[in-house]
């Protein structure tokens, strides 16, 4: 059958790579894009938030499965409007993506489902959160716009001071547009970060292994927060019974209670939790694969990817068997232009991309690419998501890393410690 895969980054590549090897997919379409999906699949010049166009489009191509990878498109209700038309998407419908387009419906509906989270107060009028500030003990909080904001609306400050600058900056300043329409002060929580996906047709819940991003830009977590600068998986932070706890405290509870909201949930739900002294804690709530924890997960799967999507969109995941993973572990390392996570320069061209993809146990998943005379030039931020297997954490690193050694363009940079914390475990 023709699968219509909806998006332009790291996470589509990996998305189009891995249901192209489906015995059971015939074309591969990826609209709108980059240079990688052109080689894994065909592009599509249609941007991935242009609802009508995606859906004439699957209408007039014979598309039987559309699979919606970014949330912008979920929150405007895309899988609303294919349902509507008779066409099957993975994904939530509008108002089950909220559980990330809202950080105010998150943090509500997780009090109200008893799920372990960080206190929490949200405010409408700036002047009113920064008297909150003012007014309570100098200590450290994490300040979040309410709305999407490509990753980069959450501010961890260490201070008052920190705290009431990021305050203006969201709420007041508006640099995130209409995401700081409603803004949440949290306490900030302290241990280790780990994201646990699970895929669910909103009865039964398939978990994925668990993987830890790294979110921060620089080595050691340091500098402001970015859509993530490589990820790994498994991580020796959740063992199997702490995944049981997460799956009984956080990802069942969570399902419940978006079904009573009348809002049910059908989709990859995915925790990013803090692993504090008291336990897993929920930090926030994407309703789509992790981008990048997608490609070091989709390496390692050997289910066929198609099977898993259709029986979620069937409601019929009860009936599919135990996923199969390859047991070697994966490193997936970032790549970006200088600059990122602010101001940055496109159009530059990249080298020793065959190099990189043609060593062993290597996948180079594209993200801001695109084609210009021939070339491979950059068009993001995030460029390149260079993915590795190993037999452990330390040799899957070490193979991703010789593979990043191999490209370059003027500027390009990367974290060095992507999975290090891994031995830090215990």
């Known amino acids: 059958m023709n699968i219509l895969i909806v998006g332009n980054g790291g996470r589509e590549h990996a998305l189009a790579w891995k249901i192209a090897q489906s015995p059971r997919a015939d074309r591969v379409f990826v609209a709108p894009g980059n240079a990688g999906t052109d080689l894994d699949g065909e592009n599509v010049p249609i941007e991935a938030t242009d609802i009508p166009a995606l859906l004439r ?11 919606v990878g970014p949330e912008a498109p979920l929150a405007a209700g895309l899988v609303d409007a294919f349902e509507a038309a008779g066409l099957r998407a993975f994904g939530p419908r509008r108002n089950a993506a909220e559980l990330e387009a809202s950080k105010v419906f998150c943090k509500d509906l997780l009090r109200q489902a008893d799920v372990p989270s960080a206190e929490y107060h949200t405010f409408v009028n700036p002047d009113d959160a920064i008297k909150f500030l003012k007014d309570r003990e100098d200590v450290p909080v994490v300040v979040k716009a309410d709305g999407l904001a490509a990753g980069k609306g959450v501010v961890v400050c260490e201070n008052r001071d920190e705290a009431i600058a990021a305050a203006d900056l969201i709420a007041g300043q508006k640099i995130f547009g209409d995401a700081g329409s409603r803004l949440v002060i949290e306490e900030r929580l302290d241990g280790q970060e780990a994201s646990v996906l699970a895929v669910t047709d909103g009865r039964t819940i398939v978990t994925l292994q668990p ?45 419940h209670a978006m079904k009573r909201a009348r809002r049910p949930f ?20 994407n309703v789509r694969f992790g981008d990048p924890e997608c490609q070091p997960l989709l390496v390692r799967l050997k289910t066929d990817l198609v099977d898993l999507l259709e029986a979620t969109v ?14 070697r572990p994966a490193v997936c390392v970032v790549m970006a232009s200088q600059g990122y996570p602010g101001p940055y320069t496109k159009g530059l061209p990249i080298r020793g991309l065959v190099d990189a993809d043609e060593m062993p146990q290597v996948k180079v998943f594209h993200a801001g690419t695109t084609v210009k005379n021939g070339h491979v030039v950059t068009a993001g931020g995030r460029v390149l998501n260079v993915t590795a297997l190993g037999e452990t954490i330390p040799k899957a690193k070490l193979n991703a890393y010789r593979a990043v050694k191999c490209i370059r363009w003027p500027g390009a940079w990367c974290r060095k410690d992507i999975s290090d914390k891994a031995a830090r475990v215990g």
């Open 57 to 67: 489009f699957a209408q007039e191509n014979d598309v039987r499965l559309t699979v």
């Open 211 to 255: 993987a830890q991003d790294h979110k921060a830009a620089y080595d050691g977590d340091r500098g402001p927060n970015t859509g993530g600068m490589g990820a790994y998986c498994p991580t020796p932070l959740v063992d199997d019974a702490m995944l049981h706890w997460i799956e009984e405290h956080v990802l069942v509870p969570t399902v």
């Open 314 to 327: 069937d409601e019929r995941l009860d009936q599919l068997g135990p996923l199969e993973w390859d047991p």
């Open 266 to 285: 059908r989709g990859v739900l995915y925790a990013g939790l803090m692993l504090t002294r008291q336990g897993p804690k929920v930090l926030e709530y």
